[in-house]
C-alpha cells in the first residue's frame, strides 16, 4: 500500500498524526487528503472553535505556529490547514523546532504543491518522525485506466475496460477532471452496474467511434479509410480534439509497439506488462505489430515528432490542424 492510501485509511481510522505534509506534483492527491481530513477531524459543530485555514501567501510560520499552539475549545483535537503553503518555501526550514515538538491536540495539514522537502534536512525527518509526509507524483497516461477503475470500485460501479481507456484517452492526465466525469457517471449508472463506452459518449461528451483510442486502433488493423475518416472529424472539431493530444497518443502508441518489438518474449502477461495495458489489447499490439515491424518505426516517430513541432509552428509554414492531421496520417496509415 503506498503512502497516499495507507494515510488515507488511517485518517479513516482516525488514527491522527500532529503533522500531515503533503508534498509532491500531483495537486489532485493533496487536495483529496486534505478535503478528507477536514471532514474527517471535526465534526460539524466544533469547527467555529477549532478549525483554522491559513494561506501560504498571506501567513509566515510564526503566525502558523503560534496558532498550532493553542489549545482546542470542548474537542480532542484543532485542526490547522495551510493552503498554497509553496509560497512560504523559502521560510518553511523554520517549522523544524515546532516539527520536532508538535502540539498533541492539534493536526496541522501543509499543503506544498508542485514543491518537496529537501529529506537530507532537519525539518523533513522531524516531520517524518513525529508526524506523516505523503509525496505525491504524477500518474503516467499508460496507469490512467487502472486507476479509473479503482475510483470506480470505490463507487460499487464496474467500469469496461474501453469505457476506461477512452475516457483516459481524451481527458488525459488531469486527476481532477477525471475525478469529476467518474462521478458523473456514478450518478447515472445504478450500484452494482457497468459504465460502458455507450455511458461515456452520452453523459461526458466522447464519441466512442471519433477519439485517439479508436484511431490507433485503426492504423493498427490497416483500416486507412476509418483512420482518415475519425482524422477529419477531428479536423472539424479541434475544441474537443486538441492535435497535440493526438499527437502525443500516437507517439505513445508507436513507442508502445518499439517496446513490443524489443521484448524477449511475447507471452500475453508478460506483454501486458511490460506495455502497461490491459491484456485485452495485446492482440491488438501484435496485430498492429505485424502491420508495422521493427524498421518502420524509428521513422514514424521522426515524422510524429516534425508534426509536432509544426503544431508548434516550429520550422514550417502555419496551417490548419486538421491539414497537419491528414499530412500526417499520409505518411502512416
Not at 167 to 175: H, K, N, R
Not at 227 to 245: D, K, V
Not at 250 to 261: D, E, I, K, P
Request: hydrophobic fraction near 40%.
Amino acid at each position: 500500500m503506498d503512502a497516499y492510501a495507507s494515510t488515507k485509511r488511517a485518517i479513516l481510522d482516525r488514527k491522527f498524526t500532529p503533522i500531515y505534509f503533503l508534498m509532491g506534483d500531483e495537486p489532485f492527491f493533496i487536495d483529496q487528503l486534505s478535503q478528507l481530513l477536514t471532514d474527517t477531524v471535526l465534526p460539524e459543530d466544533q469547527r467555529d472553535f477549532n478549525q483554522t485555514i491559513l494561506y501560504g501567501k498571506d501567513t509566515s510560520i510564526e503566525e502558523i505556529v503560534s496558532v498550532c499552539k493553542r489549545f482546542p475549545m470542548m474537542a480532542d483535537h484543532q485542526l490547522v490547514v495551510v493552503r498554497e503553503a509553496h509560497e512560504l518555501s523559502r521560510s518553511i526550514e523554520k517549522l523544524e523546532a515546532y516539527a520536532a515538538q508538535p502540539q498533541a491536540t492539534t493536526v496541522l495539514v501543509i499543503c506544498y504543491k508542485n514543491k518537496k522537502l529537501d529529506k537530507r534536512k532537519k525539518l523533513y525527518k522531524a516531520v517524518a518522525k513525529n508526524g506523516t509526509v505523503v509525496e505525491t507524483k504524477k500518474l503516467y497516461d499508460d496507469k490512467l485506466p487502472a486507476w479509473i477503475e479503482q475510483r470506480v470500485r470505490e463507487q460499487q460501479r464496474k467500469i469496461d475496460f474501453k469505457a476506461a481507456a477512452v475516457l483516459a484517452e481524451s481527458v488525459g492526465a488531469d486527476l481532477g477532471t477525471l475525478y469529476n466525469q467518474i462521478n458523473k457517471l456514478c450518478l447515472v449508472v445504478a450500484s452494482g452496474e457497468s459504465i460502458t463506452a455507450d455511458h461515456v459518449e452520452q453523459h461526458v461528451g466522447i464519441s466512442k467511434e471519433y477519439n485517439n483510442f479508436e484511431l490507433r486502433k485503426a492504423l493498427g488493423n490497416g483500416h486507412t479509410a476509418k483512420a482518415y475518416t475519425i482524422a477529419h472529424f477531428f479536423g472539424r472539431h479541434p475544441r474537443q480534439h486538441p492535435l497535440l493530444g493526438t499527437i502525443r497518443s500516437l507517439h505513445n502508441y508507436f513507442m508502445q509497439l518499439l517496446t513490443y518489438h524489443g521484448l524477449p518474449s511475447k507471452n500475453p502477461d508478460a506483454v501486458a506488462k511490460a506495455l502497461g495495458i490491459h491484456p485485452f489489447f495485446v492482440r491488438e499490439i501484435e496485430q498492429a505489430a505485424r502491420r508495422y515491424p521493427l524498421k518502420s518505426i524509428v521513422p514514424i516517430l521522426g515524422i510524429i515528432k516534425k508534426a509536432d513541432l509544426a503544431v508548434k509552428g516550429v520550422d514550417a509554414v502555419p496551417t490548419s490542424e486538421g491539414e497537419v492531421l491528414q499530412e500526417l496520417l499520409s505518411h502512416i496509415a
